[in-house]
């Protein structure tokens, strides 16, 4: 049973980990909150749902249109809405901020009139295979989705600490204009930030399609949410904050559940990160704001 | 090799280069002298593409550079090392001199970081410890190695010695002189007013985002009113 939690509460926490990385690694750069993050996640669903579920093509290939329209997406929103404001010396950055307000709202009615209010069933085709392990049962969807948010935490963060781009990635999010004349092309650093990590945000809506059965088109609004609250618990810009912050709120949610009262799920969640923020108010991993950037 | 004309660079509505007019030879040392809020760090911090000029002209071996973003300008052969180092602290030393090969697809980079190593050995003890954690004497040889390593025709430094002990000032002139006989032509922004007139053979000296004064250093020592403004009494 504790086991079985256990896997549980790892399997959730590790998509909660994907979103919160996606809104991290945009925070490195830009200093914002892509508050847009969270629809573009949800349409990454909806994609992967339309494919899996009514296509009926192989998840992977699910995997990969969601992917390509989460990417497109992040892609559109760093030329139309900010881009246009990076140009313009002076202006606050808090209006980047408002800007993805904007298309946030945008997205989310959109998704309403497209896809209605109500819930759509997401199938995954192995959904009934389980293992037994003495007294343990484990879905394969969960090893998969396990599998899958694993290997991308182990891929950015090598991809971050080892080659040339994550490098440049690392160094535009430190300091922008030591970047710059370092030789990194800053503009295209941040349209490829937003661009990965969008398209981190459609595996995670796949992700979250294959743990739950269903999606909406309000799993944007309670999925940025959380993943919101573990990159303030994590340290803002963090990407080993939003791993752990991932990790911990995933398990902790699954155990609230499993032994204590369940309708308190989201509150004692929430109750952790606030108590971890009045020990830490930097954050697990963030540093304390010293030079007045962040 | 570099020649700026009449520049002048805002922030937003404040004028803090009022036409500037400098030239710095191939081969050449040329160094910037003036008080506190002249106008040096706007002026290097334009020509290296940081800041864009809203009038005048930038140079470089035949092209006008001006208003390109920094990464062009870098590309083009000139590296500045900004005031206060810009060390990226939470990466490693090893990672800020890869960053400085960052433009670079060569070779030479393996060999080129060897010979800086051998020639900086206080960064070649350090290379897995973030950047943030050196002293400010090595974090102003980082700053400098890591320009080196971009291979730079021309170096740009803004106050290199800023905040450090006699020995250290000493040891950064040294370099400053080396790099030169290796073919390097430097600016150089400096309060060591006397030992930068030293090294370079001329002098500029701003006031209020203008250039009041100009010549062979050597000359400019001499004159009274540089001794009375800056070099006191002695
Ligand atoms: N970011 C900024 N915004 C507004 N004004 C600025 C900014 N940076 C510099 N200035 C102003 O521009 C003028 C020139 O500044 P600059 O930093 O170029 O001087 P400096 O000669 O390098 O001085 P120092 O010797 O103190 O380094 C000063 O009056 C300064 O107050
Ligand atoms: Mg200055």
């Known amino acids: ?294 | 090799m570099l020649e700026v004309r009449d520049l002048e660079t805002y922030y937003g509505n404040i004028k803090a280069l009022k036409g500037v007019s400098i030239e710095v030879p191939e081969g050449a040392i040329v160094g910037i002298l003036g008080a506190n809020g002249a106008g040096k760090t706007t002026l290097l911090k334009t020509i290296a593409g940081v800041l864009a000029p809203r009038a005048g002209a930038i140079v470089f071996r035949g092209e006008d550079i001006a208003g390109l973003p920094s990464h062009r300008i870098l590309a083009r052969g000139v590296a500045l090392v900004p005031e206060g180092r810009a060390i990226l602290s939470r990466m490693t030393v090893r990672e800020n001199l890869e960053m400085g090969a960052f433009i670079r697809r060569d070779a030479g980079i393996a060999a080129d970081m060897e010979r800086v190593l051998r020639r900086f050995p206080v960064l070649s003890g350090r290379l897995r410890q973030p950047g943030g954690s050196l002293s400010g004497g090595e974090q102003q040889m980082l700053a400098i190695a890591r320009a080196l390593l971009s291979s730079p025709k021309l170096l740009l430094l803004d106050e290199p010695t800023l905040g450090l002990a006699p020995l250290m000032v000493a040891e950064i002139f040294d370099i400053i002189r080396e790099i030169h006989a290796a073919g390097t032509t430097v600016l150089l922004v400096e309060q060591n007013i006397r030992q930068a007139m030293k090294v370079s053979s001329r002098t500029y000296v701003m006031e209020t985002g203008k250039i009041v004064m100009e010549g062979p250093s050597k000359d400019l020592l001499r004159e009274p009113r540089i001794r009375a403004a800056y070099l006191g009494r002695e």
């Open chain 1, 1 to 294: 049973m504790f086991l079985e939690q256990a896997i549980n509460g790892i399997t959730l926490g590790g998509i909660y980990a994907i979103v919160a990385l996606g809104y991290t690694l945009v925070f490195g750069v830009l200093g914002i909150i892509n508050m847009a993050h969270g629809e573009i996640f949800m349409f990454g669903a909806f994609v992967g749902m339309l494919l899996v579920s009514k296509a009926g093509v192989p998840l992977p290939v699910a995997f990969l249109g969601a992917i390509a329209a989460a990417a497109s997406m992040g892609l559109l929103l760093d030329r139309f809405a900010l881009r246009p404001l990076r140009k313009r010396p002076g202006a606050s950055h808090l209006a980047s901020l408002i800007s993805t307000i904007g298309v946030s709202i945008l997205l989310e009615n959109a998704a309403h009139r497209i896809f209605g209010a109500g819930n759509h069933l997401f199938e995954t085709p192995f959904s009934d295979i389980r293992f037994q392990a003495g007294s343990v049962t484990v879905y394969l969807v969960q090893a998969a989705i396990l599998g899958i948010s694993l290997l991308m935490m182990a891929g950015l963060s090598l991809w971050l600490s080892r080659t040339r781009a994550g490098k440049a990635l690392r160094a535009t999010a430190e300091n922008l204009e030591t970047a710059g004349l370092l030789g990194v092309d800053t503009n295209r650093m941040i349209t490829a930030t937003v661009v990965i990590a969008s398209a981190m945000g459609g595996v995670a809506g796949v992700l979250v399609g294959m743990a739950f059965n269903f999606i909406n088109n309000r799993i944007g609004l309670s999925m940025g949410l959380k993943g919101l609250a573990i990159i303030i618990f994590g340290g803002m810009g963090s990407v080993y904050g939003a791993m752990a912050g991932g990790l911990i709120l995933g398990l902790s949610e699954t155990f609230v559940v499993a032994y204590g009262p369940a309708g308190y799920r989201d509150a004692i969640a929430f109750v952790t990160i606030i108590v971890v923020l009045l020990v830490r108010p930097q954050g697990l991993f963030g540093q304390a704001v010293s030079d007045g950037k962040p």
